[in-house]
């Protein structure tokens, strides 16, 4: 794996470490988005694998992208125009898509600040739980940008299209408070006790049938974006196949002999 991500694997747990932690972790330079797509690749090649969790290290998830290097023109901000598109589209936004096609689901654990690009990668994880120490920012605006990471699709999905416009019109950032209030997390811990909740949660998302879960969250992700009648259609067919798995049967016989499931993710 890349130096930008420490790659963890615990059992069918994984963490992902955003590791530049004496800048603050930005993210958006040459290779980063093939680092996350090697990642993902790993995680939904691998049966064993059923949550991943992403945070940062030091004091902050994410700061965006690399203000220095946008005010030096360096890096994926340097060039005509169309160098600059192609760098979001062939690096920055693989970031993006590269986590948004996990197969499996991913608790985002917010340690500290999320901006700009930094809150989108947070909000591409199915949940997020975040210290009391963090703050969150679509700050675009501010240094004279679009939200140009997917943000203008992802966060009114999650927090409504009003709150969405004032975060990305203001400019402001707001505390874990406001945030768990607004939707964007769904749960404040203390600061130390962030990565002992997210694997807690992590563990009970483990403990459900492997093949399931990632057809349940294929449901959920086709659900963003297909008509109600399409999502009726995959649901009967992968619920056809659910019934034909050796887990379904576990799960109905350990529920009523009232004994815990082993499952095998067949």
Same mark, same amino acid.
């Given at each position: 794996?890349?130096?930008?991500?420490?790659?963890?694997?615990?059992?069918?747990?994984?963490?992902?470490?955003?590791?530049?932690?004496?800048?603050?972790?930005?993210?958006?330079?040459?290779?980063?988005?093939?680092?996350?797509?090697?990642?993902?690749?790993?995680?939904?090649?691998?049966?064993?694998?059923?949550?991943?969790?992403?945070?940062?290290?030091?004091?902050?998830?994410?700061?965006?992208?690399?203000?220095?290097?946008?005010?030096?023109?360096?890096?994926?901000?340097?060039?005509?125009?169309?160098?600059?598109?192609?760098?979001?589209?062939?690096?920055?936004?693989?970031?993006?898509?590269?986590?948004?096609?996990?197969?499996?689901?991913?608790?985002?654990?917010?340690?500290?600040?999320?901006?700009?690009?930094?809150?989108?990668?947070?909000?591409?994880?199915?949940?997020?739980?975040?210290?009391?120490?963090?703050?969150?920012?679509?700050?675009? #605006?501010?240094?004279?940008?679009?939200?140009?990471?997917?943000?203008?699709?992802?966060?009114?999905?999650?927090?409504?299209?009003?709150?969405?416009?004032?975060?990305?019109?203001?400019?402001?950032?707001?505390?874990?408070?406001?945030?768990?209030?607004?939707? #964007?997390?769904?749960?404040?811990?203390?600061?130390?006790?962030?990565?002992?909740?997210?694997?807690?949660?992590?563990?009970?998302?483990?403990?459900?049938?492997?093949?399931?879960?990632?057809?349940?969250?294929?449901?959920?992700?086709?659900?963003?974006?297909?008509?109600?009648?399409?999502?009726?259609?995959?649901?009967?067919?992968?619920?056809?196949?659910?019934?034909?798995?050796?887990?379904?049967?576990?799960?109905?016989?350990?529920?009523?002999?009232?004994?815990?499931?082993?499952?095998?993710?067949?």
């Amino acid at each position: 794996m890349s130096d930008l991500l420490i790659y963890e694997k615990s059992g069918p747990v994984v963490t992902l470490t955003i590791n530049r932690p004496e800048t603050r972790n930005p993210l958006g330079e040459a290779g980063d988005g093939d680092a996350f797509l090697e990642a993902c690749n790993t995680i939904n090649a691998d049966s064993d694998i059923s949550c991943v969790i992403l945070t940062g290290a030091g004091k902050a998830f994410s700061a965006g992208g690399n203000l220095k290097a946008m005010r030096d023109r360096a890096g994926a901000f340097a060039g005509a125009g169309t160098d600059i598109r192609d760098g979001y589209r062939n690096n920055i936004h693989r970031i993006i898509k590269s986590l948004w096609a996990l197969e499996v689901p991913m608790i985002s654990a917010v340690n500290g600040p999320a901006i700009g690009l930094g809150n989108d990668v947070a909000c591409l994880g199915d949940m997020r739980i975040s210290s009391d120490k963090a703050i969150f920012g679509a700050t675009f #605006l501010k240094v004279g940008l679009v939200p140009g990471d997917g943000g203008a699709w992802l966060l009114p999905k999650i927090i409504g299209h009003a709150r969405a416009s004032e975060l990305l019109f203001s400019g402001r950032t707001i505390d874990a408070a406001t945030a768990l209030d607004w939707g #964007l997390i769904s749960r404040i811990v203390p600061h130390d006790s962030l990565m002992a909740e997210a694997q807690s949660l992590a563990e009970e998302i483990c403990a459900q049938p492997p093949a399931v879960l990632r057809m349940t969250k294929k449901l959920l992700r086709q659900g963003a974006s297909e008509s109600f009648d399409s999502i009726m259609e995959l649901s009967a067919a992968m619920q056809a196949l659910a019934h034909h798995t050796k887990d379904h049967e576990e799960a109905v016989n350990a529920f009523l002999e009232k004994r815990k499931p082993t499952f095998t993710g067949n």
